[in-house]
Structure formats: C-alpha cells, structure tokens
C-alpha cells in the first residue's frame, strides 16, 4: 500500500472511531495482564464473562496467589484451555509479587518473562497499560494486514514489524485498536464485508464482495466475528 494510501486508511478509521479501545475488561494494569493472557485462542466476550466476577474479587497478584489454583479454575472453567492457563496466571502472579514487588514492569523483555505472557500480551499491555506505540498482532490484524496490502507477512512478527515501519503519526497509538476492531466486524475471515468497508477503495482484496439481499451501505450494524485470537507468540 502507498503511503498516501496508508495515512488515508487510518485517518478513516480515526473519523469513523476517535477513540478505539480493548474490548478486554480490566481494571489495572496487572488485571489487563490476566484478561489478555486469558485470551489465547478465546474471545473477547468469553473472557469478560468470566473475568467479570473474578475481577471484583481479585485485583492484585497477592490475591490472586491467596485465591489459589482452584478456585481461580472454577472461574474461568468457560473458557478454552483453562487448567494450563489458571497454573500461569497463579505463576505469572507469583513472579510478580517476587521479582517486581507486586507491580506489572512497563518493560517488554520482563513481560515476556512472565508465564503466559509472550510478544502479543506484552504489545497490549504496553499499549493499553503505558501508552507505548506497540502493535498487537493477533489473528485479526494478521489477516487485514495481509488481506489489505497494509503489512503482508507470513508470521504475526513479520507483520508487526511491517505495521510498525509503515504506521505514521498521529495514528501509531491506537493503530492496532483500529486493526483487530475492523478485522473482528468488518474485514471477517471467512467473508469480508467490503459493501459497507470505509477502506475498501485502498485495499488490495480482490474481489470485493457483494452486499447480500436487502442490505446495502456502509452503515448497517456490524455483528463480530467470533474467530479466536491466534496463540500467543
């Protein structure tokens, strides 16, 4: 995609939504560590329905290690791979309370330290927690990346890397937001909407596809696309 083409795909996103945020609900930053760790392979939905009550509970590591393996398990037993995911979370939690006094480091290499938490986690929490410009690739931007020209790669890194060499100010912020958001209800993986996509014009996907029967615009209400997030890496 041409760098006038990028700046004008992301200055519409913008209009269209000023303020993109997660759809992951938290309530501090080691809370949103928990939530995005829990989103491997599950939704957005799925996880808030189980962290909702979780979260009004246990809200630091110390208690989360005083909740224990047991009962954190009976809260997040709706959501895929929950067993391994419980044992890092009582983990991640443990090196936090040893090695960070409690606090989540607004630091990528000591994120990534953390059970659980790889390149992914680590980009959102960077982002959402510290305000750092970080792209989070999961399976949505990977997809619109490649599907629109924007950033191809054949690794969610590759198109990171790309995302990060090809965003310009002012949209490096909230660039990833915009990206899973039009990914999750627009750009979907099995049939794009490219009758009501505000980019369609500057995106490569070939061919675009047609509205269906008694729907037409951009403006129709979008549903979300229920694919899971991609493992993290």
């Known amino acids: 995609m041409k760098k006038a083409d990028v700046i004008a795909f992301y200055a519409r996103l913008a209009e269209a939504d000023p303020h993109p945020e997660t759809e992951l609900e938290f309530v501090n930053p080691y809370t949103l560590v928990v939530a995005v760790a829990l989103s491997a392979q599950a939704t957005d939905v799925g996880v808030n329905k189980a962290t909702r009550a979780l979260f009004r509970a246990v809200d630091t590591p110390e208690k989360m290690v005083a909740l224990g393996?047991?009962?954190?398990?009976?809260h997040i037993r709706t959501?895929?791979?929950y067993n391994t995911k419980a044992k890092n979370v009582i983990a991640l939690s443990q090196m936090l309370i040893d090695e960070y006094g409690g606090e989540v480091p607004n630091d990528r290499a000591a994120l990534?330290?953390?059970p659980g938490v790889g390149r992914k986690t680590a980009n959102v929490v960077l982002n959402v927690a510290f305000g750092a410009e970080t792209f989070a690739v999961d399976t949505h931007i990977f997809r619109v990346g490649n599907r629109t020209g924007l950033a191809h790669g054949k690794t969610p890194l590759a198109v990171e890397l790309k995302l990060d060499k090809a965003t310009p100010?002012?949209?490096r912020l909230h660039a990833?937001?915009?990206l899973i958001l039009h990914g999750r209800y627009v750009c979907k993986a099995r049939t794009p909407e490219c009758w009501r996509c505000i980019v369609s014009d500057l995106c490569a996907f070939k061919p675009k596809t047609p509205p269906p029967k008694g729907r037409s615009g951009p403006h129709t209400p979008p549903e979300a696309d229920a694919e899971s997030a991609i493992v993290d890496t």
Do not use: M
């Open 79 to 81: 959501i895929g791979l």
């Open 112 to 114: 990534e330290r953390l």
């Open 176 to 178: 990833h937001h915009w």
């Open 69 to 74: 393996l047991d009962d954190l398990k009976r």
């Open 169 to 171: 100010q002012p949209f």
